[in-house]
């Protein structure tokens, strides 16, 4: 296992974990990496680390460059498992080696591992020096847990900025420039979607500090290193996403059917976003993993739900997937709940309360649109002329 220089004297030595497809209850068809970084310097220092199960592949990686024991300095940047699984190792061959942290990391690994390690707190807008270098702390807290924080080599112009920024990729390569960077960055929309989006409100406060600083390479702790001729966009993105700018002529109809009415319901709905040059997506929970449906929902502004009613309720899948919506809270979102029924037609008036209560989704709903049994064609046709005129209207407003 070889080390990869990023920049004089700075190396990855993390791991990539070609298996895992499923993190936290969302996909990574194209696996992960987790990042580690080394610095060679006075003080020798590594930033961040791996999972317990991949921590040979790093130290192997450590060792092409030094013998691990004379790692001097440990800088901990998030306690989560998948960034600190090597630590318990690493401090029985390193035990008395300082580790940086703020407080919320200090007690998070104590919680975690039970030790008390030779920990150091830091705040935001502390540095210490290793040498000819200075490595500075920008604590950010909820992107996406409470200790997270980020840290900034001056000299080097280099934010090893843990979870932000970051993608679920596995990959020989290490470099955003190395890939087409339609994949990359449609896995930094993914990751943002699914882990990061609650959080923007933080997240913009975290790019208003990223904007204070000569920033020529972003290291963040999963996927691929961002370099000077792709940090502008990736930096872009996180702008629209943490401000919720969302595409008016971008719709998503989200369904599951039982005998096929709530998905004759579902194409009629696409074919009438259509019509009006609003690009949409038909997507059937059956089919569709809600993981891979909130990359989607982070730009678009029409998002259509439907259900036929089971049991006097919605059925299992979509209430699922619209739990796992409010955890994520995208905001100024146009909402619209449908469903056929048989008889108590109970399914559309839950969803319109889950998607449009200002304690659950708090979308701005259009009015519901609900058919019994099998719509006939006259029904789809004139639900199709009801939701035109309701969309026209809501673009006006826009």
């Given amino acids: 296992m070889k080390a990869i220089k990023l920049s004089e004297g700075i190396y990855w030595v993390g791991a990539i974990d070609w298996d895992l497809r499923n993190f936290h209850g969302y996909l990574t068809q194209r696996g992960s990496t987790y990042n580690a970084y080394l610095i060679i310097d006075e003080k020798i220092t590594l930033i961040d680390n791996v999972k317990s199960y991949l921590y ?4 192997a990686r450590i060792s092409d460059i030094i013998e691990p024991s004379k790692i001097d300095i440990l800088i901990q940047n998030h306690v989560e498992m998948d960034h600190s699984g090597g630590l318990p190792q690493l401090l029985k061959l390193i035990p008395n080696t300082e580790l940086y942290t703020n407080a919320a990391g200090i007690k998070g690994l104590k919680l975690h591992y039970k030790q008390d390690w030779n920990f150091k707190e830091i705040k935001s807008g502390d540095s210490i020096s290793i040498g000819k270098r200075t490595l500075s702390f920008l604590t950010t807290p909820m992107v996406h847990w409470p200790d997270n924080q980020f840290t900034y080599c001056p000299e080097d112009g280099i934010l090893f900025s843990n979870d932000g920024f970051g993608q679920h990729i596995a990959s020989s ?29 933080q997240v913009q406060k975290v790019l208003d500090a990223a904007a204070t600083l000569s920033i020529k390479m972003i290291c963040p702790s999963h996927g691929l290193i961002w370099t000077e001729e792709n940090i502008p966009l990736i930096l872009a993105e996180y702008k629209n996403w943490a401000y919720s700018v969302s595409d008016k002529h971008s719709a998503l109809v989200i369904y599951d059917t039982m005998w096929k009415s709530t998905q004759m319901m579902a194409h009629a709905i696409h074919e009438t976003f259509e019509k009006l040059g609003i690009h949409s997506k038909l997507l059937n929970l059956q089919a569709t993993h809600i993981s891979d449906i909130m990359t989607d929902i982070i730009s678009a502004k029409f998002i259509a739900v439907g259900s036929p009613t089971l049991n006097s309720s919605i059925l299992p899948t979509v209430a699922a997937f619209i739990y796992y ?11 619209l709940a449908f469903g056929s029924y048989g008889w108590g037609g109970q399914s559309i008036p839950i969803l319109q309360q889950l998607m449009g209560d200002p304690k659950e989704c708090g979308f701005d709903m259009l009015e519901p649109l609900k058919l019994q049994y099998i719509p006939s064609a006259e029904d789809l046709a004139t639900m199709k002329e009801n939701l035109e005129q309701q969309i026209k209207t809501k673009l006006e407003e826009q």
């Fill in 56 to 59: 040979d592949e790093m130290i």
């Fill in 173 to 201: 390569e290490r470099l955003a420039s190395e890939l087409p960077i339609g994949i990359v960055l449609e896995e930094a929309k993914k990751y943002y979607a699914n882990i990061v989006l609650p959080y923007s409100k």
């Fill in 325 to 335: 919506l409010k955890g994520l809270s995208p905001k100024d979102r146009i909402g």
